[in-house]
T-cell receptor
Framework: DSGVTQTPKHLITATGQRVTLRCSPRSGDLSVYWYQQSLDQGLQFLIQYYNGEERAKGNILERFSAQQFPDLHSELNLSSLELGDSALYFC???????????????FGPGTRLTVL | AQKVTQAQTEISVVEKEDVTLDCVYETRDTTYYLFWYKQPPSGELVFLIRRNSFDEQNEISGRYSWNFQKSTSSFNFTITASQVVDSAVYFCALRTSGTYKYIFGTGTRLKVLA
């Protein structure tokens, strides 16, 4: 158990809908990272937050948004869902910004999103 | 352009054999970070190692070792005396110091046969 929790584990929804994925980092970790893994696109980095502020942005679509709250949990919002958004969404956390040698990332179990 | 290439799509070895997973990267940044992650059949992602561009020392952790060569833009991963539990997909990734984005390779599926 990495200590990172993600809810829900599975989500099935329809095209055009909006969903929210939730991530709780390990106790003491200030950074949260979001990744998408799909058969078409492989593993992609979406976004990173550090202590409530956006730190890095990857291939995140405009239909997607994220935030990190004062209690450090994070939410990834996906809207106007398309079939191609079906994927496994991972969250990870680390102590710092990711810029130090000790900044190990700990991954949650993922949320599997199916868009029908 | 930033890119990570893992040319080996799938590798099969017999238990106790040594195996090397290749990773070649492209970046114009002088400061960057390289990573390896493991994704076993259960699906979770596991961080294995991080290496800074200014530290070319090779690293050994038990049966795992990593060879970082800036001259060839490679960061290869060797498993010595492979075990069935090493069966997984292994991803190499690059993080640039400028944008802090992570770029992943397509992964290498390793099958270790008993």
């Amino acid at each position: 158990d990495s200590g990172v929790t993600q809810t829900p584990k599975h989500l099935i929804t329809a095209t055009g809908q909006r969903v929210t994925l939730r991530c709780s980092p390990r106790s003491g970790d200030l950074s949260v990272y979001w990744y998408q893994q799909s058969l078409d696109q492989g593993l992609q980095f979406l976004i990173q937050y550090y202590n409530g502020e956006e730190r890095a942005k990857g291939n995140i679509l405009e239909r997607f948004s994220a935030q990190q709250f004062p209690d450090l949990h994070s939410e990834l919002n996906l809207s106007s869902l398309e079939l191609g958004d079906s994927a496994l969404y991972f969250c990870a956390s680390s102590v710092g910004t990711g810029g130090t040698i000790v900044d190990t990332q700990y991954f949650g179990p993922g949320t599997r999103l199916t868009v029908l | 352009a930033q890119k990570v290439t893992q040319a080996q799509t799938e590798i099969s070895v017999v238990e106790k054999e040594d195996v090397t997973l290749d990773c070649v990267y492209e970046t114009r940044d002088t400061t960057y970070y390289l990573f390896w992650y493991k994704q076993p059949p259960s699906g979770e992602l596991v961080f294995l190692i991080r290496r800074n561009s200014f530290d070319e020392q090779n690293e050994i952790s038990g049966r795992y070792s990593w060879n970082f060569q800036k001259s060839t833009s490679s960061f290869n991963f060797t498993i010595t005396a492979s075990q069935v539990v090493d069966s997984a997909v292994y991803f190499c990734a690059l993080r640039t110091s400028g944008t802090y984005k992570y770029i992943f390779g397509t992964g290498t599926r390793l099958k270790v046969l008993a």
